[in-house]
C-alpha cells in the first residue's frame, strides 16, 4: 500500500478499500482512522479501487 504526502503537513488520506483500511497521515491519525473507518466500511464493500481522501492544505 502506497500513499502520497502533500507538502510538510503530509495531510493525505489513503483509504485501500479491498483491505478496508486506511493510512493517514497526520498528528490526529488514530481519530481520522476510527472516522473513516466507519464512514467507507460499506462503501468498501462493493469497490474495487482506492479512494483517496485530501483534506483541506493550509497556506
Given at each position: 500500500?502506497?500513499?502520497?504526502?502533500e507538502g510538510s503537513d503530509?495531510?493525505?488520506i489513503?483509504?485501500?478499500i479491498k483491505k478496508m483500511s486506511i493510512e493517514a497521515i497526520s498528528q490526529k491519525t488514530d481519530?481520522?482512522?476510527r472516522k473513516f473507518s466507519l464512514r467507507y466500511k460499506e462503501e468498501a464493500q462493493a469497490?474495487?479501487?482506492?479512494l483517496y481522501l485530501k483534506t483541506k492544505p493550509r497556506r
Amino acid at each position: 500500500m502506497r500513499y502520497k504526502e502533500e507538502g510538510s503537513d503530509g495531510k493525505f488520506i489513503l483509504i485501500s478499500i479491498k483491505k478496508m483500511s486506511i493510512e493517514a497521515i497526520s498528528q490526529k491519525t488514530d481519530r481520522i482512522k476510527r472516522k473513516f473507518s466507519l464512514r467507507y466500511k460499506e462503501e468498501a464493500q462493493a469497490a474495487n479501487s482506492f479512494l483517496y481522501l485530501k483534506t483541506k492544505p493550509r497556506r
